[in-house]
């Protein structure tokens, strides 16, 4: 398989059905300048090999991360499996008690990809547990958005540099 060249840009992959995780990933956009802010149904192959590093943000629904992440995994693992190892990821997760499960998921996706976690995983717990909480927009603390424009200038920030 031919090399194919990789930028500094962050690629954030991002799904949101309440609001939070959109508002997260664009935060964490904001923070690291020069990155590459897509929804996950919108991703290609070729946006995840130009990358040089990734976000992963999305919410956990039934203690896995949601479908239409699940799907953009789904989609392009085997196509680029091989050709995007060491490169660097962090996750953010929206979650109504736990987010473990979702950060798992991710975790495991990510060793196969041989991906290299340089953050630890954000989980941003809004305590949503009745139907019509899990179901409501949320809104995000100035707070939490400014930890997420941190961590996409780290990111950032550490792929400009060579750090990882």
């Not at 398989?1 to 508002?23: K, Y």
């Not at 990734?54 to 239409?68: D, I, K, R, T």
């Not at 997760?93 to 954000?122: N, P, Y």
Request: contains cysteine; neutral net charge; proline residues 4%.
């Amino acid at each position: 398989m031919p090399h194919t060249p990789r930028s500094c840009r962050l690629l954030i992959v991002w799904h949101s059905r309440t609001g939070a995780s959109e508002a997260m990933a664009r935060a964490a956009a904001e923070g690291a300048g020069d990155a590459l802010l897509l929804r996950a149904d919108t991703v290609t192959e070729g946006d995840i090999i130009a990358a040089g590093g990734y976000l992963f943000v999305c919410p956990e629904n039934l203690a896995a991360m949601s479908g239409l992440m699940k799907e953009m995994f789904d989609h392009h693992y085997y196509a680029v499996l091989g050709r995007i190892e060491g490169r660097p990821y962090a996750t953010i997760i929206a979650a109504g008690s736990d987010g473990e499960g979702a950060q798992r998921q991710i975790d495991r996706i990510a060793t196969g990809w041989r991906l290299k976690r340089v953050a630890e995983g954000m989980i941003v717990n809004f305590a949503a547990q009745t139907p019509e909480a899990i179901a409501a927009p949320k809104v995000v603390s100035d707070k939490v958005l400014k930890q997420c424009r941190e961590l996409g200038a780290a990111l950032g920030e550490g792929m400009r540099l060579g750090i990882f």
